[in-house]
């Protein structure tokens, strides 16, 4: 079945954190062809203004807008200023990710502060900006992009384990808060994708044996385009032959 046959996309206001790489990217891009405006959001500017323009060169319609989601301030505006021009935000889709490898024993600080920071404060922050306006609409679909590792235990992933069990519990909350208001909450758990993320994995699995982030996005749009009255709150992908 496809997304259009499950109502589409048409005439709504879809925000992508993690928008320039990757599954964010991914999900863009898709989120687009199915009819939505797309405000593409993180920190590099250069990268999101190439994906806005793979994205108008296939016919659809998108708006850059550079963000640090750990940065309360900066996710504001991001709101307020959707909210501003397109006067609707329909649905949330939080795929900025960082990761940093190694053990426990031999871990910065730094980089434990930075992977919560931008995977689950900055998944808390978007969420938060968002409810007002959904709450107000009694409509609106949230997609937290989480991972398979609050499932399977990934050695030398202990702050991004740690981020992302702390994502799964925020978005099971907030599924629960939000269920009288209308708004769907969800989790999109994914496997071994194959992102810029594993660049920074020591001996990685191959990347072909990995789920591709098109694959992830039209797992998004399921959840996305459901009709009222049903939600996909806790889906998980994994590449067919095994591998995490």
């Known amino acids: 079945m496809s997304s259009s046959e499950l ?15 990757g599954i964010g990217r991914a999900v863009a891009q898709a989120f687009a062809r ?3 405006v797309v405000a593409l959001c993180a920190r ?40 501003r021009t397109s006067g609707r935000i329909d649905c949330l889709v939080t ?15 730094s980089e434990w502060d930075e992977t919560v920071a931008v995977n689950l404060r900055g998944v808390f922050l978007c969420c938060r900006a968002v409810l007002p306006a959904m709450m107000a609409a009694r409509r609106g679909t949230i997609i937290n992009i989480g991972s398979i590792v609050t ?5 030398g992933s202990a702050a991004y384990t740690a981020s992302k069990y702390g994502l799964l519990g925020l978005s099971r909350v907030l599924a629960e808060e939000m269920r ?3 708004v769907r909450v969800g989790v999109l ?3 071994a994708t194959d992102t810029p993320l594993w660049d920074a994995v020591p001996n990685p699995p191959s990347r072909a044996r990995m789920v591709r982030p098109e ?5 998004a749009l399921l959840m996305a385009t459901l009709e009222p009255g049903a939600t996909l709150e806790e889906v998980t992908l994994l590449p067919q032959d095994g591998i995490l």
């Open 151 to 155: 499932s399977r235990t990934l050695p």
């Open 189 to 191: 758990s994914a496997g």
């Open 7 to 21: 109502g589409g996309l048409a005439g709504q206001v879809v925000v992508v954190t993690g928008a320039g790489r």
């Open 95 to 109: 795929a900025a990710g960082v990761a940093a490898f190694g053990p426990v024993a031999e871990a910065k600080t």
């Open 34 to 36: 199915e009819g939505a």
């Open 44 to 83: 590099s500017a250069h990268e999101l203004t190439a994906v806005q323009r793979e994205i108008e060169a296939a016919g659809g319609r998108a708006v850059v807008r550079p963000t640090d989601v750990s940065d309360e301030a900066a996710v504001a505006a991001l709101v307020s200023e959707t909210l």
């Open 215 to 219: 694959q992830v996005a039209r797992a």
């Open 180 to 182: 009288p208001h209308g």
